[in-house]
């Protein structure tokens, strides 16, 4: 579970970290999707609870499951942008970077961007926010870390969402079912002053 510290808002401003608003809403995103074995319970549980979310979407996972992204849209969730095949931008050039992306807009058609990795260069971050709002988060789940148990997961999400959270899962097959418990605790039970989740602003 990793929190981003207030510097790092206060040192890229332009970049999306949290939303706060007047109606206690939390923002959920799922990155790496769509996926047959993740996102479907994914939906489900979302689904169960009046819940919205934002997808960050590979463009290649979308290419190999264009039914399963039509059916995250048809059910009134947002998506974005999280690149075509998951490149770091601290360790890919530019040019190799900036087509990858352009080649996943091509087929999610978002104007959300999150880098993958959270990793990107001033360099591309002054190209891409003049195309995209670039989304990052307040609170990283840890639910990719093998040794995060669900309750360990709930429990620092109980300390650390407020108003406005940005939080960010994966529908990826790596994570398996581990975040079925969490976001049905979350939703169902959710904490004073978090209230429904919620699409991020297109």
């Given at each position: 579970?990793?929190?981003?510290?207030?510097?790092?808002?206060?040192?890229?401003?332009?970049?999306?970290?949290?939303?706060?608003?007047?109606?206690?809403?939390?923002?959920?995103?799922?990155?790496?999707?769509?996926?047959?074995?993740?996102?479907?319970?994914?939906?489900?549980?979302?689904?169960?609870?009046?819940?919205?979310?934002t997808?960050?979407?590979?463009?290649?996972?979308?290419?190999?499951?264009?039914?399963?992204?039509?059916?995250?849209?048809?059910?009134?969730?947002?998506?974005?942008?999280h690149?075509?095949?998951?490149?770091?931008?601290?360790?890919?050039?530019?040019?190799?970077?900036?087509?990858?992306?352009?080649?996943?807009?091509?087929?999610?058609?978002?104007?959300?961007?999150?880098?993958?990795?959270?990793?990107?260069?001033?360099?591309?971050?002054?190209?891409?926010?003049?195309?995209?709002?670039?989304?990052?988060?307040?609170?990283?789940?840890?639910?990719?870390?093998?040794?995060?148990?669900?309750?360990?997961i709930?429990?620092?999400?109980?300390?650390?969402?407020?108003?406005?959270?940005?939080?960010?899962?994966?529908?990826?097959?790596?994570?398996g079912?581990?975040?079925?418990?969490?976001?049905?605790?979350?939703?169902?039970?959710?904490?004073?002053?978090?209230?429904?989740?919620?699409?991020?602003?297109?």
């Amino acid at each position: 579970m990793f929190q981003i510290p207030q510097i790092a808002h206060s040192i890229f401003p332009s970049l999306v970290w949290n939303i706060p608003n007047e109606d206690n809403k939390i923002f959920l995103t799922f990155d790496d999707g769509p996926d047959p074995e993740a996102t479907p319970w994914v939906l489900d549980i979302l689904a169960e609870n009046n819940a919205k979310a934002t997808f960050f979407c590979l463009g290649r996972q979308v290419e190999k499951h264009p039914a399963l992204f039509e059916r995250i849209k048809n059910e009134g969730h947002a998506v974005g942008n999280h690149s075509y095949s998951h490149l770091s931008g601290w360790t890919t050039i530019n040019k190799k970077y900036f087509e990858d992306i352009a080649r996943a807009d091509e087929i999610i058609g978002s104007k959300l961007f999150r880098p993958p990795y959270g990793r990107i260069r001033p360099s591309q971050l002054k190209f891409l926010k003049e195309q995209y709002k670039i989304v990052m988060w307040d609170i990283l789940s840890g639910d990719f870390i093998e040794d995060y148990k669900p309750e360990i997961i709930i429990n620092m999400l109980y300390k650390l969402m407020r108003s406005g959270s940005v939080i960010v899962f994966h529908d990826n097959a790596k994570v398996g079912k581990k975040d079925i418990a969490v976001l049905r605790e979350v939703l169902k039970n959710r904490k004073p002053g978090c209230g429904l989740a919620e699409v991020l602003l297109s």
